[in-house]
């Protein structure tokens, strides 16, 4: 239990090593938070830093979810801790507890540590988004719509090899989802349903 409580812990003080911030900080002084779309991905930081900032983000935010993964699996864990340490580590990005809980939305975490748990699941979740995209012509919503499905195919791929459906694994997998899509309750609100934000008083 010891060990497992400190796999879990240092995957969420892994996440909390928010990539864009810190790189956005270094190079501009700038919280990244305060521009553009607000978010500290890859896309809002190449925006500010150019395509070098994007794909540092993109494979530091990705990295330290397979990471969290990989380090859980090296403890000896049970199956069930790897899930739970790559949840922590997307916990920590979205919920930094150094930056007051306000971080990013934890899309490429996930990815990272899929790339590891679940490579057929993510795979087939980005073929969908790319079927969805061509259809669309929007990335994130594209995105949102492609991991909203990827519970269902985990669960048939589950029934077809003949594994119990609510195991722990699948569902913390539901937990991750979820935890992604409330990152993303923004872009939710605003590509799903027309939300706009408020304007700034002048």
Known sequence: MIQQATVLVGAYLLGCCNTGYYLVRLWTGTDIRTMASGGT????VGRALGAKGFLCTLIGDAGKGALAVWLARQAGSADWVAMAALLAAVAGHVF?????FRGGKGFATLAGGLALLAPALLLTGFGLSLVFLALLRRSTK???LALCCTPAIAAIWR???GLALFSADFILYLLLVVLVLFGHRDNIRRDFFG???AAAPE
Not at 41 to 44: A, F, H, L, T, Y
Not at 96 to 100: E, T, Y
């Open 41 to 44: 991905g890859s896309r809002n």
């Open 96 to 100: 930094p507890v150094q930056l007051g």
């Open 142 to 144: 594209s995105g949102l």
């Open 159 to 161: 029934l077809r090899d």
């Open 195 to 197: 939300w706009q934000p």
